[in-house]
């Protein structure tokens, strides 16, 4: 259930004005990014990701329902955005043949050499959102499962299956319950 603040700044975004929208956004922002470095793995593209999906989400603030909240709805628009930047820079590596260039992070660094961060990034992009939507952003399974748009028991099996092709032997019921 949305707050009578969001609610006021909804209607106001939704009649044109920037600061309103602006504030919408401002609390969405850092979790967005977040999710798109924890998926893309690259600051630049994250970035990039980042703008485009605030630029999408002011083009379809109307698609935003009252009784949604913005950081489901706006990390949605994230991971679809994720996704597509992911396939884009694929076609691009299979269409020119030439060797990609990615900028590394601080955070990249460090843990370049990390089995789970190699295993992470073999996941497919939907078990890969949900074991960075809850264990990176630290979102609870109800948000989790309203990002793709499923159910909170089918959000939960992807998220032990994925963690299960993560680390086989890892036992992660305790934080499932």
């Given at each position: 259930m949305q707050t009578l603040a969001e609610s006021t700044?909804?209607?106001?975004?939704l009649?044109?004005?920037d600061r309103a929208f602006?504030?919408?956004l401002g609390s969405v922002i850092e979790p967005g990014y977040r999710l798109a470095c924890g998926m893309l793995r690259d600051e630049t593209a994250a970035h990039?990701?980042?703008q485009e999906s605030a630029l999408k989400a002011w083009r379809k603030l109307g698609k935003l329902q009252g009784e949604e909240k913005m950081l489901p709805w706006f990390l949605g628009i994230v991971a679809n955005e994720c996704r597509n930047a992911r396939r884009l820079r694929w076609t691009a590596s299979v269409t020119l043949g030439l060797p990609e260039v990615e900028a590394r992070s601080h955070e990249e660094h460090v843990l370049r050499g990390s089995d789970l961060r190699r295993a992470l990034g073999r996941l497919k992009h939907q078990d890969r959102a949900v074991v960075v939507l809850f264990f990176y952003l630290d979102l609870p399974l109800e948000q989790v499962a309203a990002?793709?748009?499923?159910?909170?028991?089918?959000?939960?099996?992807?998220l032990y299956r994925s963690?299960?092709?993560l680390r086989?032997?890892?036992?992660i019921q305790e934080a499932l319950q």
């Open positions: 700044l909804l209607v106001d975004a009649e044109g004005s602006e504030r919408l990039d990701v980042v990002i793709p748009g499923s159910s909170v028991a089918a959000a939960r099996a992807r963690v299960q092709k086989p032997d890892l036992e």
